[in-house]
């Protein structure tokens, strides 16, 4: 894995981006943009993502959309969010996508207008009706289209509950009430019936009844996967159960969710895969 080389293919922005990023960057002072990635207090794996994607100060971060974060290979929403609350701390944020508009379409264009002769030629063929018919369809096509979500009828399973943000502190919504009162700096998806909650930088986890299950005592708790989790202690990353048993020793500089049986766990610069039981195969 260490000699695996990354290649890049440059693109031209496109001229509106252009002129949102120079927007965006003109927020900000030098100093914040130059600050460098090693000084936002990301994770170590978070840190070595963007590195690998040529991301070096905040400026490279900011002038980036949540899309264009989300084409990273390997950024999900818990490290967007971790690096969305990095910005926060330095007083900045990712740039907001601005949705292009339409131009209007103007009525009467003379170049729209067919000439009579082909009018005349499509009726001697029964295309006029063809047509008629079609323009006859569109409307309803394009209501079809722009046809709203379906109202929900029925609270949403505790794995699609929705973040809700209050007076700068997080709790969930069913969709049709609040069932955990907003009071966490941070919060993350229900996964295998517990959920990773964040207060004064100090992680836990909880259950759909708010109750606390696992005490906020980690830096770092990603979400359940496989029955285990990643947490970290200082600096270093292991694993934990539900019970809150440390599995795997916190021993790794980085570590991933376990997949399929396995995970990918980082030690001394090296990378392994790591298996339930502790057992590392050096990659």
């Not at 910005?87 to 996508?97: D, F, I, N, T």
């Not at 207008?113 to 499509?122: G, V």
């Not at 509950?161 to 969709?175: A, D, E, I, M």
């Not at 990603?222 to 270093?236: D, I, N, P, Q």
Request: with cysteine; glycine share 6%.
């Amino acid at each position: 894995m260490a000699n695996k080389k990354f290649y890049y293919k440059k693109r031209k922005p496109a001229p509106q981006d252009k002129e949102a990023v120079e927007k965006q960057v003109a927020k900000y002072s030098e100093q914040q943009l130059t600050l460098p990635l090693d000084k936002l207090g990301l994770s170590d794996t978070t840190f070595e993502l963007l590195s690998k994607n040529r991301i070096k100060v905040a400026g490279d971060i900011v002038k980036r959309t949540e899309k264009d974060m989300y084409k990273i290979q390997g950024l999900n929403k818990k490290i967007l969010a971790e690096v969305k609350n990095a910005l926060r701390q330095h007083g900045m944020a990712l740039r907001v996508e601005e949705i292009a508009r339409e131009p209007e379409k103007k009525q009467n264009n003379p170049q729209k207008q067919e000439p009579e002769q082909k009018k005349d030629k499509k009726s001697r063929f029964g295309l006029a009706d063809r047509d008629e018919k079609r323009d006859a369809e569109k409307p309803q096509e394009k209501k079809e289209q722009n046809k709203k979500p379906e109202k929900l009828t029925e609270p949403l399973p505790i794995e699609e509950w929705r973040k809700v943000l209050k007076g700068g502190k997080w709790g969930y919504s069913n969709g049709f009430s609040i069932v955990i009162p907003t009071m966490y700096d941070e919060i993350f998806a229900f996964k295998e019936g517990l959920a990773s909650v964040e207060i004064d930088e100090k992680c836990g986890y909880i259950d759909r009844d708010n109750n606390l299950v696992i005490p906020l005592m980690y830096d770092t708790a990603m979400s359940f996967s496989e029955g285990l989790a990643m947490v970290c202690v200082g600096e270093k990353c292991g694993y934990i159960n539900k019970q809150n048993e440390m599995v795997i020793a916190p021993e790794f500089d980085a570590a991933t969710p376990f997949e399929n049986g396995e995970a990918k766990v980082k030690k001394d610069g090296k990378w392994a895969t790591i298996t339930p039981s502790g057992s590392l195969s050096w990659i």
